[in-house]
């Protein structure tokens, strides 16, 4: 961190992604301008784990990882895709999508959702049937790494088919996905060869 032109410190903790750096400088902003100094302010961050559904890792199987995270709009996919990839390099981001907000389900966001996916290898878009649009356009611009789904459970079990060690499962919803989390969990601990 710097403070004018003078580094003040840094810090290490297990968080990702452009949101959570951002903010927790704003955190160290306002913390300095409450009279906390930088080194104090620092040492609280260390010890913060975050919060829940902010690229939170659910679990992991058989060396595949499933993250949670509240993304609900263009920006905050590509964001969140963005801060996966930092920390996992080349490894294989499969990014599945819930369009559940409003604007989301009314096809508001339709012509930039495949751009703000586009830093996953993989794609998954839940397409229920009351969804007020055609996702056609958005799987076509993924260009073959798009793929479509109307039934959680079907979309647990073809995620953890398709799913293989390494791999980064990043599941965005601003809601509870229809428990897609851990029956994906479950559907990869029965396709995990015994321990």
């Not at 959570?20 to 400088?25: D, K, P, Q, R, S």
């Not at 996992?88 to 599945?96: D, E, F, K, P, T």
């Not at 409003?102 to 586009?118: E, I, K, S």
């Not at 959680?152 to 996905?177: K, T, V």
């Amino acid at each position: 961190m710097l403070e004018g032109e003078q580094p003040r410190g840094t810090v290490e903790w297990s968080l990702i992604g452009a949101h959570n750096m951002e903010n927790a400088l704003a955190a160290i902003a306002a913390a300095r301008h409450a009279g906390v100094e930088v080194p104090r302010a620092l040492a609280a961050l260390r010890d913060f784990k975050g919060i829940a559904r902010r690229l939170e890792l659910r679990g992991e199987v058989g060396g595949i990882r499933v993250y949670d995270d509240f993304a609900h709009h263009p920006t905050a996919i590509a964001t969140t895709i963005d801060g996966l990839r930092r920390r996992a390099g080349a490894a294989r981001i499969l990014a599945v999508l819930e369009p559940r907000s409003h604007t989301m389900r009314m096809g508001v966001h339709q012509h930039t959702l495949a751009p703000a996916l586009a830093g996953a290898d993989e794609v998954w878009l839940y397409t229920p049937p009351d969804l007020g649009w055609d996702t056609g356009t958005v799987l076509h611009a993924l260009a073959g790494r798009g793929h479509a789904s109307d039934d959680i459970d079907a979309l647990a079990r073809e995620l953890a088919r398709a799913a293989r060690p390494g791999d980064q499962l990043l599941i965005m919803s601003n809601g509870g996905f229809g428990g897609l989390h851990g029956k994906l969990l479950r559907e990869l601990q029965g396709a995990a060869p015994p321990t």
